[in-house]
């Protein structure tokens, strides 16, 4: 009878021996997928902030072209307002000498 305890006490030490051996291996493993998920998280979020910036690039780019267009156009418009300002001074120039 002594060899049948001995046998059950032997058989649960290899139970609990196997059973600590297979929680710290699921653990590690948990862990290591665990890190695997963090690190795509990671990879993504930086992709994401990466378009981001760009994206933001693109739409400071758009915005200074606009303005530079604005501002074109009024110098152009200020440009023709000008010359017709000068035109209207040299045509009333010609009056005042001819009324003199």
Known sequence: MDANVLNILLGLG???????????????????????KIETMLQEAKEKAKAIE??????AIRIKQQAESEIGRRRAELARED?????????LDKRFERLE
């Open 83 to 91: 010359d017709r300002l000068q035109k209207r001074r040299d045509d």
């Open 54 to 59: 760009l994206e933001a690039r693109d739409e």
């Open 14 to 36: 290899v139970i609990l021996l196997l059973s600590y051996i297979g929680s710290r291996l699921f653990a590690k493993l948990q862990i290591e997928a665990d890190k695997e």
